[in-house]
């Protein structure tokens, strides 16, 4: 159980163009998912905390204009990188953690989605 | 400030046995967990330790020492797959994960 699914796994876009990308919980309710960004040899940075039906929560730094985040359902978020740049490409990964008595409070990730942009 | 460290790079022979420290410095702390990350792809769940002590799973193990701000990952009977970074990460008082930057193991015939 505690499957994260996300879609595409890779992109390539033009510059100036907008790219979604999907984070679904499979098999459990995910009423927060987070987005990290990561780029080559380096190690994950938090984005933003997806709260379903709220706002979600940026980091610092973090655009919120540029990295529009949508929670809908307890079972999907969705990152969406709008007027995307070269300087934008990375490897994009969503995670939830399950709230299930006895969890450890584990991450669960999604594939990850490398976006390129030309 | 918070703060993971953890070696950048280490190198074992497959078969051997190797140990990845990471020292912690967080505002409180809520649990830390390892993750294993293959390159290119997301990380995946290691073990996840809260109090003081040593959890095997397998042929791997993960250490902890709250009053040193300490933990280990073990890993036992190393196999070539097990070529990865290794993340450590820990949760502080506001239940946020702080992230090491992970430590690249490389394993040689």
């Known amino acids: 159980g505690a499957v994260v699914s996300q879609h595409p796994s890779w992109v390539i876009c033009k510059s100036g163009t907008s790219v979604k990308i999907e984070c679904r919980s499979l098999d459990f309710q995910a009423t927060t998912m987070f987005w990290y960004r990561q780029f080559p040899k380096q190690s994950l940075m938090l984005m933003a905390t997806?709260?379903?039906?709220?706002?979600?929560?940026?980091e610092q730094g973090v655009e919120k204009d540029k990295f529009l985040i949508n929670h809908a359902s307890l079972t999907l978020s969705t990152l969406t990188v709008t007027s995307a740049h070269p300087e934008d490409s990375s490897f994009y990964i969503c995670?939830?953690?399950?709230?299930?008595?006895?969890?450890?409070?584990?991450?669960?990730f999604g594939e990850g989605s490398r976006l390129t942009v030309l | 400030g918070q703060n993971i460290d953890q070696p950048t790079e280490m190198t074992a022979t497959e078969g051997a046995i190797v140990q990845i420290n990471c020292t912690y410095q967080t505002s409180g702390f809520n649990g830390l967990f390892w993750y294993q990350q293959h390159a290119g792809e997301a990380p995946t769940f290691l073990s996840y330790?809260?109090l003081d002590g040593l959890e095997e799973k397998g042929r791997f193990s993960s250490f902890l020492s709250r009053s040193k701000g300490y933990s280990y990952l073990l890993l036992k009977e190393l196999q070539m797959k097990d070529s990865a970074s290794y993340l450590c990460?820990?949760?502080?008082?506001?239940?946020?994960?702080?992230w090491g930057a992970g430590t690249k193991l490389i394993i040689k015939p």
């Open positions: 997806s709260n379903e039906g709220s706002k979600a929560t940026y």
């Open positions: 990460a820990v949760k502080d008082s506001n239940y946020q994960l702080i």
């Open positions: 330790n809260v």
């Open positions: 995670s939830a953690s399950r709230l299930l008595a006895g969890d450890t409070g584990e991450l669960f």
